[in-house]
Every structure is written in structure tokens, then in C-alpha cells.
């Protein structure tokens, strides 16, 4: 540890203010704080690009923070070339020689940082950080060697999320692609008898339903914010539309808010089963997650309860193919909003004879579900590891067969 010197961030780092022409970015390597992913979980594409003739640029290996509203602790090791908005913060590592980028990028993945940034942000509804402060941020450097070792460890488990990550998304397009062999082509049945529909030509033995009378669709509520005893030591997952739009996972295990059995009772809020399928409805309408333990939501929500007739997964899909026709639905002026009342108008096929479709299905989701769990225990290790890694807490050589093994 001798040979550890402590630092301040401005004495490896500086602010990047390179530039980069908008005709040079597309949304695929353009960065603003909507399409940074909170809690560390990396950046999507873009929605669109900025008006503005340039942009900030960052390169690979840069590191880039959104500055607004610190703690939802948005951070991206930059793999390309690209640009970025103003509100996110671009820093570069001095000299590669001295200091591994990627351990400098640990360094500020940490929840000790976004505490710290947090600790000097400016502003009530939406702090800023403070970037003459954050370059003042105290780190603690290794000798290079050093510094590697600890990045391969981290390396090993961040590749294996991203794995995992991957392999989920290419099972969830598996089980669409099935999905619309069954219930949108028909190519199982194509040597059988049709009949005409409300949604068109469908096997003889089907039939449609409107989705109210097909299934059991519930709403959220909020017990009152003021009321404790609503709140403190609270164990029933509540779940906002913030859940999923961070999370963004097909399976969701905690909310960031929990209530009491109290506060269940008190509120419009209702509790229902494990594997229910959560929409959110209102804000930003269309996204699905299935949820594993007992919950509930607030009223931003409308929630499915698969019964012997519509199950799981063909729910799942349904929504996610007809989520045009649901935003269709939608109205409203301050903010659009999908009632329940016209959401169980819309029509679902009742389907005979998918037991092989169900089973193909129940493998695809259970695997998806396994990769999920492997993917908070990995991230659990690499909460314990990174901070007593960072300070040199641990001994380096057996953590890392400890995690190769894994």
C-alpha cells in the first residue's frame, strides 16, 4: 500500500472540449442524459439529434457522466467515437502510461463518487453538478500494474453481465419471432379451415374477446406520501413507471420505493401475483416488465393477471405487437394517458391447441429468468469487490481465481 498515492481527480483527468459536427453523428453514437441509462446501466440510441450545428465530441475510452440530477448515477465507458450533449460531462485521462483509463473509470462508477458529486450539486428540482468540485474528487492510484489487475478482475464480471444482457435479448426476439408464427401468421394451422374475425381470417376453433372480459386487468394507487406509517419499513413492492424505464428488464424483481401492508389497505393500490405483466400507462406509456414476488403499483400502471386461457406469454407478446393500437388510445392534454376503461375494449384472440407453443415459451422465459438471477449476483459481487478493491483492501491474486472461477 505504500506505493498507493493518493490524488485528486484534476491531477489524472481534465474536461474534454474537442467538437464534433452534427452531420458526423447519427443516433447510434449520439449521447444526451435521456438515452444515458441510470444506475450504471449503460446508454441505448438515441431519439433523435440536437438542432445545433456541433456538439461535444468524445472519443473511445473517454469517460462520460450525465450532470444533471447526479444521483441517478449515469455513467459510460465510451467504446466509439461520437458526440454529446452540454449536460454530459466528457473527462479524459491525462497520461495512459500513469494511470489505466478503465480504472479511473471504476473509480467514478463507485457510489462514493455520486455521493460526492451529489454533496456539491447546485439546484432543488434538478441539481447540477458542480464541475470545478467534482475535479477535486480524491482517488487513490496504484501503481499500472496494479491498476490492470484490478480492471481484469472488474472486466471479468461486466463481461459477463454484458453477456448474459445479450443472450436475453436475443432469447426475448426468439420468443417474439414464435410469437407471430402462432398467433399473427397462423403457420401451424395453414392446412386447416379459417373462419372471418373482427381481426381478420383466424383458425376455425378460435375465437376473440375484448380484453376485458378475456382477463383480470387491475390499477395502482399511492397511499399518502405524508403518512409514515404508509412508508417506514415498508416491504411490499410499489412500483413507479421509473422502475422499469431504468431497469428496462422483461423480469423485475425490486422497487425503488416499498410500502406496508398498512398503506396497501389505505390506498387504491391492490396487491397482486407473482408472473403479472405490468404496463405502464400513462407518461411514458408501453413499457412491460413481469414482476417475481407479490406487488403492487402506483396508478401510472395497468397490470394483467395471466389466467388458463391467456397465458403469460402470449400476454407478454401480445402487448408488445399491439402497442401501436395502444397508443392509439391514449388521450389527454397535460399528459397522455391509456385508461383502463378503453384499454379493455381493445380485442385479443382466444387461441386452442399452442400447448407446444407454451412450452417452447416456458423454456425461452425461464432461461431469460435464469440469466436475470445471474445477473444481480453479479452485480452484487461487483458492489462488495469495487470499493475494497479500489482502497486495497483485498488480496488481488485470490480474489482474482475467485472470480474467473465464478
Known amino acids: 500500500m505504500s506505493d498507493w498515492k493518493e490524488v485528486q481527480l484534476k491531477d489524472v483527468s481534465f474536461y474534454s472540449d474537442d467538437r464534433i459536427s452534427v452531420d458526423q453523428i447519427t443516433v447510434y453514437n449520439y449521447l444526451s442524459t435521456e438515452n444515458m441509462l441510470p444506475d450504471r446501466g449503460g446508454v441505448t440510441l438515441a431519439s433523435s439529434l440536437p438542432s445545433s450545428k456541433t456538439v461535444s465530441k468524445y472519443n473511445c475510452e473517454d469517460i462520460l457522466i450525465s450532470n444533471i440530477r447526479p444521483y441517478f448515477k449515469k455513467i459510460w465507458f465510451a467504446d466509439k467515437v461520437g458526440g454529446c450533449s452540454n449536460d454530459v460531462l466528457v473527462i479524459k485521462n491525462k497520461d495512459t502510461n500513469q494511470v489505466d483509463s478503465k480504472f479511473l473509470y471504476y473509480n467514478l462508477f463507485t457510489d462514493k463518487f455520486f455521493d460526492y458529486v451529489m454533496?456539491?450539486?447546485?439546484?432543488?428540482?434538478?441539481p447540477r453538478g458542480d464541475k470545478d468540485e467534482i475535479m477535486k474528487y480524491s482517488l487513490i492510484i496504484p501503481p499500472l500494474k496494479t491498476q490492470q489487475k484490478i480492471v481484469k478482475i472488474l472486466s471479468n464480471i461486466d463481461n459477463k453481465i454484458q453477456v448474459n444482457l445479450k443472450m436475453n435479448k436475443i432469447l426475448e426476439e426468439m420468443g417474439m419471432t414464435l410469437y407471430k408464427h402462432w398467433f399473427v401468421d397462423f403457420e401451424p394451422f395453414q392446412d386447416e379451415e379459417f373462419s372471418e374475425s373482427e381481426l381478420g381470417l383466424i383458425p376455425k376453433d378460435w375465437s376473440v374477446s375484448s380484453v376485458g372480459n378475456a382477463i383480470e386487468i387491475i390499477g395502482g394507487g399511492t397511499p399518502k406520501t405524508s403518512i409514515s406509517e404508509y412508508w417506514e419499513n415498508g416491504i411490499i413492492n410499489w412500483f413507479s413507471p421509473t422502475d422499469l424505464t431504468s431497469q428496462k428488464s422483461m423480469f423485475i424483481t425490486n422497487s425503488a420505493k416499498k410500502i406496508t401492508q398498512l398503506g396497501l389497505e389505505k390506498s387504491s393500490a391492490k396487491l397482486f401475483p407473482p408472473y403479472s405483466i405490468m404496463m405502464t400507462s400513462r407518461a411514458t406509456i408501453g413499457e412491460i416488465s413481469i414482476n417475481r414476488e407479490p406487488s403492487t403499483t402506483n396508478q401510472g400502471f395497468i397490470t394483467l393477471i395471466p389466467n388458463e386461457n391467456f397465458n403469460l406469454y402470449q400476454l407478454y407478446f401480445?402487448?408488445?405487437?399491439?402497442?401501436?393500437?395502444?397508443?392509439?388510445?391514449?388521450?389527454?392534454?397535460?399528459?397522455?394517458?391509456?385508461?383502463?376503461?378503453?384499454?379493455?375494449?381493445?380485442?385479443?384472440?382466444?387461441?386452442?391447441?399452442?400447448?407446444?407453443?407454451?412450452?417452447?415459451?416456458?423454456?425461452?422465459?425461464?432461461q431469460i429468468e435464469c440469466n436475470l438471477c445471474e445477473i444481480e449476483g453479479l452485480t452484487r459481487l461487483r458492489g462488495y469487490l469495487l470499493p475494497r478493491l479500489l482502497s486495497g483492501e483485498i488480496d488481488l491474486l485470490e480474489i482474482e481465481k475467485q472470480v474467473e472461477e465464478v
Do not use: D, P
Not at 454533496?119 to 434538478?126: D, L, R, V
Not at 402497442?323 to 384472440?349: A, D, P, R, Y
Open 318 to 366: 401480445w402487448l408488445k405487437t399491439n402497442m401501436e393500437k395502444i397508443m392509439s388510445i391514449s388521450n389527454g392534454s397535460t399528459f397522455k394517458e391509456v385508461s383502463k376503461t378503453n384499454f379493455k375494449m381493445l380485442q385479443i384472440l382466444k387461441a386452442v391447441r399452442i400447448e407446444e407453443y407454451t412450452k417452447k415459451c416456458e423454456n425461452i422465459f425461464k
Open 119 to 126: 454533496s456539491g450539486a447546485k439546484g432543488a428540482k434538478m
